[in-house]
T-cell receptor, first 109, second 116 residues
Framework: DAKTTQPPSMDCAEGRAANLPCNHS???????VYWYRQIHSQGPQYIIH???NNETNEMASLIITEDRKSSTLILPHATLRDTAVYYC??????????FGKGTMLLVSP | DVKVTQSSRYLVKRTGEKVFLECVQD?????MFWYRQDPGLGLRLIYF???????EKGDIPEGYSVSREKKERFSLILESASTNQTSMYLC???????????????FGSGTRLTVV
Protein backbone atom coordinates (compact mmCIF):
# COMPACT_ATOMS: atom_id res chain seq x y z
CA ASP A 1 0.00 0.00 0.00
CA ALA A 2 1.09 3.55 -0.69
CA LYS A 3 2.33 5.26 2.44
CA THR A 4 1.61 8.84 1.44
CA THR A 5 -1.55 10.89 1.81
CA GLN A 6 -2.59 13.50 -0.74
CA PRO A 7 -5.84 15.35 -1.38
CA PRO A 8 -7.71 13.72 -4.26
CA SER A 9 -8.14 16.95 -6.20
CA MET A 10 -7.17 20.63 -6.29
CA ASP A 11 -7.96 23.61 -8.47
CA CYS A 12 -5.67 26.44 -9.47
CA ALA A 13 -6.07 29.52 -11.64
CA GLU A 14 -3.70 29.87 -14.55
CA GLY A 15 -0.69 32.00 -13.63
CA ARG A 16 -1.09 31.45 -9.91
CA ALA A 17 1.08 29.23 -7.74
CA ALA A 18 -0.13 25.68 -7.19
CA ASN A 19 0.80 24.23 -3.80
CA LEU A 20 0.31 20.48 -3.58
CA PRO A 21 0.63 18.95 -0.09
CA CYS A 22 1.69 15.44 0.85
CA ASN A 23 1.93 13.63 4.16
CA HIS A 24 4.53 10.90 4.53
CA SER A 25 4.73 10.37 8.28
CA UNK A 26 6.36 6.92 8.06
CA UNK A 27 9.31 7.99 5.95
CA UNK A 28 12.67 6.94 7.35
CA UNK A 29 15.82 8.99 7.55
CA UNK A 30 17.51 7.87 4.36
CA UNK A 31 14.48 7.80 2.08
CA UNK A 32 14.04 10.46 -0.55
CA VAL A 33 10.72 12.08 -1.35
CA TYR A 34 9.89 12.01 -5.06
CA TRP A 35 7.23 13.82 -7.03
CA TYR A 36 5.93 12.67 -10.39
CA ARG A 37 3.06 13.78 -12.54
CA GLN A 38 0.98 12.04 -15.14
CA ILE A 39 -0.71 13.91 -17.92
CA HIS A 40 -3.68 12.13 -19.41
CA SER A 41 -2.78 9.06 -21.49
CA GLN A 42 0.95 9.42 -20.91
CA GLY A 43 3.43 7.69 -18.61
CA PRO A 44 4.39 9.38 -15.31
CA GLN A 45 7.03 12.08 -15.56
CA TYR A 46 9.66 12.81 -12.94
CA ILE A 47 9.43 16.32 -11.44
CA ILE A 48 11.74 16.65 -8.45
CA HIS A 49 13.07 14.85 -5.41
CA UNK A 50 14.66 15.74 -2.07
CA UNK A 51 15.89 14.41 1.23
CA UNK A 52 15.96 17.18 3.82
CA ASN A 53 16.64 20.49 2.17
CA ASN A 54 14.28 22.43 -0.03
CA GLU A 55 14.91 21.85 -3.71
CA THR A 56 14.19 23.83 -6.86
CA ASN A 57 14.53 23.02 -10.53
CA GLU A 58 13.12 24.38 -13.76
CA MET A 59 9.78 22.68 -13.19
CA ALA A 60 8.99 23.15 -9.51
CA SER A 61 10.08 23.69 -5.93
CA LEU A 62 9.93 21.14 -3.15
CA ILE A 63 9.52 22.17 0.46
CA ILE A 64 10.12 19.45 3.06
CA THR A 65 9.23 20.06 6.69
CA GLU A 66 11.97 19.83 9.27
CA ASP A 67 10.54 16.60 10.72
CA ARG A 68 10.25 15.24 7.13
CA LYS A 69 6.70 14.05 7.77
CA SER A 70 5.26 16.17 5.00
CA SER A 71 6.20 18.10 1.91
CA THR A 72 4.73 20.57 -0.56
CA LEU A 73 5.29 20.72 -4.28
CA ILE A 74 5.06 24.25 -5.64
CA LEU A 75 4.42 25.08 -9.28
CA PRO A 76 5.14 28.81 -9.18
CA HIS A 77 3.13 29.89 -12.22
CA ALA A 78 0.71 27.15 -13.18
CA THR A 79 -0.28 26.80 -16.83
CA LEU A 80 -3.06 24.81 -18.47
CA ARG A 81 -0.46 22.22 -19.44
CA ASP A 82 0.20 21.54 -15.76
CA THR A 83 -3.23 19.91 -15.46
CA ALA A 84 -2.31 16.37 -14.42
CA VAL A 85 -2.32 13.85 -11.59
CA TYR A 86 0.55 14.55 -9.20
CA TYR A 87 2.06 11.72 -7.19
CA CYS A 88 4.11 12.07 -4.05
CA UNK A 89 6.06 8.98 -3.05
CA UNK A 90 9.23 7.77 -1.43
CA UNK A 91 11.47 4.79 -1.77
CA UNK A 92 10.70 1.96 0.58
CA UNK A 93 12.90 -1.06 0.32
CA UNK A 94 15.20 -1.50 -2.62
CA UNK A 95 14.42 0.57 -5.67
CA UNK A 96 10.69 0.12 -6.09
CA UNK A 97 8.36 3.07 -6.10
CA UNK A 98 4.87 2.61 -4.69
CA PHE A 99 2.33 4.96 -6.20
CA GLY A 100 -0.75 6.15 -4.38
CA LYS A 101 -3.75 7.73 -6.03
CA GLY A 102 -2.22 11.17 -6.26
CA THR A 103 -3.81 14.61 -6.55
CA MET A 104 -5.68 15.62 -9.68
CA LEU A 105 -4.67 19.24 -10.30
CA LEU A 106 -6.97 21.18 -12.59
CA VAL A 107 -5.59 24.47 -13.86
CA SER A 108 -8.31 26.75 -15.20
CA PRO A 109 -8.08 29.87 -17.37
CA ASP B 1 16.75 12.38 -25.37
CA VAL B 2 16.64 9.31 -23.16
CA LYS B 3 13.78 6.99 -23.79
CA VAL B 4 11.75 4.03 -22.71
CA THR B 5 9.89 2.69 -25.69
CA GLN B 6 6.91 0.36 -25.52
CA SER B 7 6.24 -1.52 -28.72
CA SER B 8 2.51 -0.91 -28.97
CA ARG B 9 0.33 2.00 -27.92
CA TYR B 10 -2.92 0.08 -28.29
CA LEU B 11 -3.49 -3.66 -28.40
CA VAL B 12 -6.61 -5.81 -28.64
CA LYS B 13 -6.35 -9.52 -27.87
CA ARG B 14 -8.74 -12.38 -27.38
CA THR B 15 -9.30 -14.28 -24.15
CA GLY B 16 -6.85 -17.15 -23.85
CA GLU B 17 -4.25 -15.70 -26.20
CA LYS B 18 -0.61 -15.45 -25.18
CA VAL B 19 0.35 -11.78 -25.17
CA PHE B 20 3.80 -10.21 -25.25
CA LEU B 21 4.35 -6.59 -24.24
CA GLU B 22 7.79 -5.33 -25.15
CA CYS B 23 9.80 -2.54 -23.55
CA VAL B 24 13.19 -1.19 -24.61
CA GLN B 25 15.32 1.46 -22.89
CA ASP B 26 18.35 3.23 -24.31
CA UNK B 27 19.85 4.54 -21.07
CA UNK B 28 21.85 1.45 -20.08
CA UNK B 29 19.77 1.24 -16.90
CA UNK B 30 20.05 -1.90 -14.82
CA UNK B 31 16.58 -1.73 -13.28
CA MET B 32 13.38 -2.21 -15.24
CA PHE B 33 9.78 -2.39 -14.08
CA TRP B 34 6.30 -3.26 -15.28
CA TYR B 35 3.24 -1.54 -13.78
CA ARG B 36 -0.40 -1.67 -14.63
CA GLN B 37 -2.73 1.25 -14.11
CA ASP B 38 -6.47 1.01 -13.56
CA PRO B 39 -9.02 3.69 -12.67
CA GLY B 40 -9.37 4.07 -8.92
CA LEU B 41 -6.47 1.71 -8.21
CA GLY B 42 -3.51 3.78 -9.37
CA LEU B 43 -0.27 2.21 -10.52
CA ARG B 44 0.52 -1.26 -9.26
CA LEU B 45 3.85 -3.04 -9.64
CA ILE B 46 3.69 -6.36 -11.47
CA TYR B 47 7.33 -7.44 -11.86
CA PHE B 48 10.75 -5.87 -11.84
CA UNK B 49 14.28 -6.81 -12.75
CA UNK B 50 17.65 -5.68 -11.41
CA UNK B 51 19.78 -7.33 -14.02
CA UNK B 52 19.73 -9.52 -17.07
CA UNK B 53 17.96 -12.82 -16.40
CA UNK B 54 16.90 -11.65 -12.96
CA UNK B 55 13.29 -10.98 -11.98
CA GLU B 56 11.37 -10.22 -8.84
CA LYS B 57 7.64 -10.31 -8.19
CA GLY B 58 5.92 -7.07 -7.45
CA ASP B 59 2.55 -6.59 -5.79
CA ILE B 60 0.36 -8.30 -8.39
CA PRO B 61 2.35 -10.91 -10.34
CA GLU B 62 -0.45 -13.47 -10.74
CA GLY B 63 -1.24 -14.20 -14.37
CA TYR B 64 1.97 -12.60 -15.63
CA SER B 65 5.55 -13.58 -16.29
CA VAL B 66 8.55 -11.60 -17.54
CA SER B 67 11.69 -12.09 -19.55
CA ARG B 68 14.93 -10.12 -19.52
CA GLU B 69 17.41 -11.71 -21.91
CA LYS B 70 19.18 -8.44 -22.71
CA LYS B 71 19.84 -5.43 -20.51
CA GLU B 72 17.86 -3.03 -22.64
CA ARG B 73 14.75 -5.18 -23.11
CA PHE B 74 12.13 -6.26 -20.58
CA SER B 75 9.11 -8.22 -21.76
CA LEU B 76 5.83 -8.78 -19.95
CA ILE B 77 4.00 -11.97 -20.86
CA LEU B 78 0.36 -12.79 -20.30
CA GLU B 79 0.32 -16.56 -20.64
CA SER B 80 -3.43 -16.77 -21.18
CA ALA B 81 -5.03 -13.37 -21.42
CA SER B 82 -8.21 -12.75 -19.47
CA THR B 83 -10.64 -9.85 -19.51
CA ASN B 84 -9.54 -8.71 -16.05
CA GLN B 85 -6.12 -8.02 -17.55
CA THR B 86 -7.58 -5.23 -19.65
CA SER B 87 -5.53 -2.27 -18.47
CA MET B 88 -2.88 0.34 -19.20
CA TYR B 89 0.57 -1.21 -18.89
CA LEU B 90 3.55 1.00 -18.13
CA CYS B 91 7.21 0.09 -18.36
CA UNK B 92 9.92 2.03 -16.50
CA UNK B 93 13.66 1.91 -15.97
CA UNK B 94 16.05 3.39 -13.42
CA UNK B 95 19.65 3.37 -12.37
CA UNK B 96 20.73 1.25 -9.42
CA UNK B 97 20.85 2.92 -6.02
CA UNK B 98 17.65 4.65 -6.99
CA UNK B 99 17.47 6.99 -4.05
CA UNK B 100 20.71 8.69 -4.99
CA UNK B 101 20.04 9.48 -8.61
CA UNK B 102 18.70 12.71 -10.00
CA UNK B 103 15.97 11.65 -12.32
CA UNK B 104 14.19 8.74 -10.70
CA UNK B 105 12.30 6.42 -12.96
CA UNK B 106 11.80 7.03 -16.64
CA PHE B 107 8.48 5.72 -17.89
CA GLY B 108 7.32 4.70 -21.31
CA SER B 109 4.12 6.07 -22.83
CA GLY B 110 2.16 2.94 -21.99
CA THR B 111 0.30 0.18 -23.81
CA ARG B 112 -3.44 0.14 -23.52
CA LEU B 113 -4.41 -3.52 -23.70
CA THR B 114 -7.98 -4.65 -24.23
CA VAL B 115 -8.81 -8.34 -23.83
CA VAL B 116 -12.10 -9.33 -25.41
Amino acid sequence: DAKTTQPPSMDCAEGRAANLPCNHSTISGNEYVYWYRQIHSQGPQYIIHGLKNNETNEMASLIITEDRKSSTLILPHATLRDTAVYYCLYLSGYSTLTFGKGTMLLVSP
Amino acid sequence: DVKVTQSSRYLVKRTGEKVFLECVQDMDHENMFWYRQDPGLGLRLIYFSYDVKMKEKGDIPEGYSVSREKKERFSLILESASTNQTSMYLCASSEPGQGFTNYGYTFGSGTRLTVV
